[in-house]
């Protein structure tokens, strides 16, 4: 079956503007969560999607938003992009979410802010 | 609030050698642990859950819950062990689902 696929691989932006990353999880998978991987932080959880609806959040800064559509993909967004957020944002999906189930991750998105 | 700790951001052995890799959890509730691990150019996947018991590619991990440890061993390590291994917790958050919380990862680097 098709993995989990993050769009797109790469993206440069610059401070002060906004993003928006896609996640479309495994056919038949319902929870969709975001993390932001760091060298320094490892991964730090952002926010799970189950059924269109956010089941849990992360300690991050307003900026940083998603949703989930009716046939489970997934999209992240962070507005006003500061330096600090240059990052790879890893998706995984899963049948019922928060570990119940094994997560598989998608290849991430590689953001960089100048 | 549910917290996983890797003291060692990395470790290296010889191949051969044992390896373990630490993890600690902080946790109120009955916990559910894992380690992921990711290889090289290779997207993060699981490796074990501490509730199926198992043994995967060599790699056994207990659960201590008097000392909130997660610790993965292996006897004999290989270089194809070469990778990052985070350990994870299933645990609930502030809402009322469970969360998959990771920690920040060891370096396990096996040396010829």
């Known amino acids: 079956k098709a993995g989990v696929t993050q769009t797109p691989r790469y993206l440069i932006k610059t401070r002060g503007q906004q993003v928006t990353l896609s996640c479309s999880p495994i056919?038949?998978?319902?929870?969709v969560s975001w993390y932001q991987q760091t060298p320094g932080q490892g991964l730090q959880f952002l926010f799970e999607?189950?059924?269109?609806?956010?089941?849990n959040k992360g300690n991050f800064p307003g900026r940083f938003s998603g949703r989930q559509f009716s046939n489970s993909r997934s999209e992240m967004n962070v507005s006003t992009l500061e330096l600090g957020d240059s990052a790879l944002y890893l998706c995984?999906?899963?049948?019922?979410?928060?570990?119940?189930?094994?997560?598989?991750f998608g290849q991430g998105t590689r953001l960089t802010v100048v | 609030a549910q917290r996983v700790t890797q003291p060692e951001k990395l470790l290296s052995v010889f191949k051969g050698a044992p390896v373990e890799l630490k993890c600690n959890y902080s946790?109120?509730?009955?916990?559910?642990l894992f380690w992921y691990v990711q290889y090289s150019r290779q997207r993060l996947q699981l490796l074990l859950r501490?509730?199926s018991r198992e043994s995967i590619k060599g790699f056994t991990a207990d659960l201590n819950k008097g000392e909130t440890s997660f610790h993965l061993k292996k006897p004999f390590a290989q270089e194809e062990d070469s990778a990052m291994y985070y350990c994870a917790l299933s645990g609930i958050s502030s809402g009322s689902a469970r969360q998959l919380t990771f920690g920040s990862g060891t370096q396990l680097t096996v040396l010829p």
């Open positions: 501490h509730i």
């Open positions: 995984a999906s899963s049948l019922v979410g928060g570990g119940g189930t094994e997560a598989f």
């Open positions: 056919s038949g998978h319902r929870s």
């Open positions: 946790y109120s509730g009955s916990p559910e």
């Open positions: 999607y189950f059924s269109e609806t956010q089941r």
